[in-house]
């Protein structure tokens, strides 16, 4: 998807380069030939190549999704989005199909490793529960 925009319009919600942030969420206000005017939602005006810019799921969930083959784009703003979301909720676990993405948490997680937890996994069919080392282990073992 790197450099084919999809359907970018005025009135596009998107997401843009940023030097502070790596990406930000905009709305486009215009479209000059290959070029953007954008307002991000700190609101900055920026204009950006239309190949540079990627559209935004403005329906995502608000604490993400636990398996980035739900994310309705999956390009670099909205995977990073993502993992950003529920890493703010202490979900530091997220499947991308059958592949486990783990974010430190940089702090104790009560429970996270626990007798109980690891229990609750054993047996269980892959994907039925949320996202867990022990969903990959229990997945190994079998």
């Known amino acids: 998807m790197m450099g084919m925009p999809v359907n970018i319009s005025v009135g596009s919600h998107i997401w843009v380069g940023d030097p502070e942030f790596a990406w930000i969420d905009g709305i486009v206000l215009s479209i000059n030939g290959e070029e953007v005017e954008i307002q991000t939602t700190n609101g900055k005006m920026v204009v950006a190549k239309v190949a540079k810019v990627y559209p935004k799921d403005v329906e995502a969930p608000a604490g993400g999704v636990d398996d980035m083959t739900k994310l309705s784009y999956l390009h670099e ?3 990073l989005h993502n993992l950003a979301t529920r890493y703010q909720i202490s979900e530091i676990y ?3 199909g059958n592949i486990l993405i783990a974010i430190n948490p940089f702090q104790g997680l009560s429970n996270l490793y626990d007798a ?14 949320s996202p867990h080392v022990f969903a990959i282990a229990d997945v190994a073992y079998r």
């Open 77 to 79: 703003p909205a995977v």
């Open 94 to 96: 997220t499947y991308t």
């Open 116 to 129: 109980h937890m690891m229990e609750r996994y054993k047996g269980e069919p892959f994907g039925e529960l």
